[in-house]
């Protein structure tokens, strides 16, 4: 079946800006993760969607960041008055559910980059 | 904050030969879990071990898990130019299975 996908696969803006990040995580799955990842690291925790609700949101960065997923599907992620420091891949991951560390599978990522 | 560390930062071995990556954690963990990222390509999830388990194998991969020395070591046998990519453990630790803290990762490179 088909993977995690994310769209737009890079998108460029401007500092201030608004943008908006979408993931579409494996039928079925019903947890859903941000990562995000700067170049020469691993990708850090961001969020953690069961369902609907964010379970854990500890990794977001600041207020400017956030991420709903309404219909316990798809996911958006959105960054306010982007920073040229907000500059990275972010990466969408699903699994079977949250408990019981399953696998987590993650999508190709979102470049972003902030001008 | 990092909690798991590979070991080495690189490694350059011929086609055939095995590679060996290891990873570091701090804390107890509830799970580890070896990734693949290959140059402007997504994480592919390889194996995931649990604390109570001491190896597992995967085709050509081969992980053990040592809780006593809070280590892991990933081992991949005969390899192929298609292996080179940089190789992330993650820990779940803590209250949470589900939170993944990934070290810096490996950058294999395997020589045709």
């Known amino acids: 079946g088909a993977g995690v996908s994310q769209t737009p696969s890079n998108k460029v803006t401007e500092k201030g800006k608004y943008v908006e990040l979408r993931c579409d995580p494996i039928?079925?799955?019903?947890?859903l993760y941000w990562y995000r990842q700067s170049l020469g690291q691993g990708p850090e925790f961001l969020i953690y969607?069961?369902?609907?609700?964010?379970?854990?949101d500890s990794g977001l960065p600041n207020d400017r960041f956030f991420a709903v997923r309404p219909e316990g599907s798809v996911s958006t992620l959105k960054i306010q008055r982007t920073e040229r420091g907000d500059s990275a891949v972010y990466l969408c991951?699903?699994?079977?559910?949250?408990?019981?560390?399953?696998?987590?599978?993650f999508g190709p990522g979102t470049r972003l980059t902030v001008t | 904050s990092q909690q798991g560390e590979e070991d080495p930062q690189a490694l350059s071995i011929q086609e055939g030969e095995n590679a060996t990556m290891n990873c570091s954690y701090k804390?107890?963990?509830?799970?580890l879990q070896w990734y693949r990222q290959n140059s402007g390509r997504g994480l592919v999830h390889l194996i995931l071990?649990?604390?109570?388990?001491r190896e597992k194998h995967s085709g050509r991969l081969r992980v053990t898990l040592d809780t006593s020395k809070k280590s892991s070591s990933l081992l991949i046998t005969a390899s192929r130019a298609a292996d080179t990519a940089s190789y992330f453990c993650?820990?779940?630790?803590?209250?949470?299975?589900?939170?993944?803290?990934f070290g810096k990762g490996t950058l294999l490179t395997v020589n045709p």
């Open positions: 991951a699903s699994s079977l559910t949250g408990t019981g560390g399953y696998e987590q599978y």
């Open positions: 039928s079925g799955h019903t947890a």
């Open positions: 969607f069961q369902g609907t609700g964010a379970a854990d």
């Open positions: 804390t107890s963990i509830n799970n």
């Open positions: 071990i649990r604390s109570n388990e």
């Open positions: 993650a820990t779940a630790s803590g209250g949470s299975n589900y939170k993944l803290t």
